[in-house]
């Protein structure tokens, strides 16, 4: 079974730039989450989806983040402009059980953005 | 709010010696815990959990006991390998916030020969 996949692996860009990061989860699960990890630190929550549908995006900086999951499977993560703080590990994460207590997170390798 | 406390890094360990990181919470309730762990140039992935109080959870060779008393799930395993050497990252979720990933800080623990 294929894992979650996310790309591009690795990222520069200089300040104001967009970026825009993609995920396609495992097939069949219907959860979808985005991450960013900072140096040094865990994760922090941006956005769930259910399905096609934003249940959890209040950690998402909505003045320059946006997240699209077009027909409940992949999803792409933008950044427009980026800034120096968005320097950060950008990980995607799956689940096939909606958030249920107990579900296991499935996590790509994650895109390493930096932002000169 | 929720939220997870673990032992700083990084820890460096023997083969074969025994390995202890502490990871400690604050939630209301019953969250479940988690270990996950991140291997070098890999993403996270689930290492054990627990989902209620006095459950053991195991794998690899790893436990962690949920202690509602101490509000503890500490990692621990008997004898560490090389193959251990990894980011270990304690995590809750719970309810009361829509089963929301609370992760700590990571723990990077290498094992030499």
């Known amino acids: 079974e294929a894992g979650v996949v996310q790309s591009p692996r690795y990222k520069i860009i200089e300040k104001k730039q967009p970026v825009a990061f993609w995920c396609n989860p495992i097939s069949g699960h219907n959860t979808l989450y985005w991450y960013r990890q900072n140096l040094g630190q865990g994760p922090e929550l941006l956005i769930r989806y259910e399905n096609e549908e934003a249940v959890d995006d209040s950690q998402l900086p909505k003045d320059r983040f946006s997240a699209e999951r077009l027909k409940g499977v992949d999803s792409t993560l933008k950044i427009q402009p980026a800034e120096l703080g968005d320097s950060a590990v950008y990980l995607c994460?799956?689940?096939?059980?909606?958030?249920?207590?107990?579900?296991?997170?499935?996590f790509g390798s994650g895109t390493q953005l930096s932002v000169l | 709010g929720d939220s997870v406390t673990q032992m700083e890094g990084p820890v460096t360990l023997s083969e074969e010696a025994f390995l202890t990181i502490n990871c400690t919470y604050t939630a209301t309730g019953y969250p479940s815990l988690f270990w996950y762990v991140q291997y070098p140039g890999e993403g996270l992935q689930l290492l054990l959990k627990?989902?209620?109080?006095?459950d053991k959870g195991s794998n690899k060779g790893f436990e962690a006991t949920y202690r509602k008393e101490t509000t503890s799930f500490h990692l621990e395993k008997g004898s560490v390998q090389v193959s251990d050497s990894a980011v270990y990252f304690c995590a809750l979720s719970h309810s009361n916030t829509g089963n929301q990933f609370y992760f700590g800080t990571g723990t990077s623990l290498t094992v030499i020969p």
């Open positions: 994460a799956s689940s096939s059980g909606g958030a249920r207590l107990g579900e296991k997170l499935f």
């Open positions: 627990a989902t209620k109080a006095d």
